[in-house]
């Protein structure tokens, strides 16, 4: 299980950061992400980490102002949203896989969601 926290409101310009938990199986998931969904748009990736390996994955969007991290001894990761911008606003969810994956329907556990709402 996957219970995400950490979203809010916050100027343009602004920084917030996003934390997800992970319970029970974690041994099988080689890969943890956060994808986004804003009103009337399809689920996007946003970015992902190998929670192994340490390595990083970005959408192009937020090349540059996101950041992903993980805590292997608490099973939790992160996401660190600098120079936040109103197009990022958007239900952020963090999912984890037991493969090497970007594509959401790889992804077989969620947590709950959590509003990011930038405002300009």
């Known amino acids: 299980q996957l219970q995400a926290s950490g979203g809010g409101l916050v100027q343009a310009g602004g920084s917030l950061r996003l934390s997800c938990e992970a319970s029970g199986r974690t041994f099988s998931l080689l890969r943890m992400g956060w994808f986004r969904q804003a009103p009337e748009k399809d689920r996007e990736f946003v970015a992902a980490i190998d929670w192994i390996r340490g390595t990083t994955y970005y959408a192009d969007s937020v090349k540059g102002r996101f950041t992903i991290s993980r805590d292997n001894a608490k099973n939790t990761f992160y996401l660190q949203m600098n120079s936040l911008k109103p197009e990022d606003t958007a239900i952020y969810y963090c999912?984890?896989?037991?493969?090497?994956?970007?594509?959401?329907?790889?992804?077989?556990?969620w947590g709950q969601g959590t509003l990011v709402t930038v405002s300009s």
């Open positions: 999912a984890a896989a037991p493969r090497y994956t970007l594509v959401a329907p790889e992804y077989d556990n």
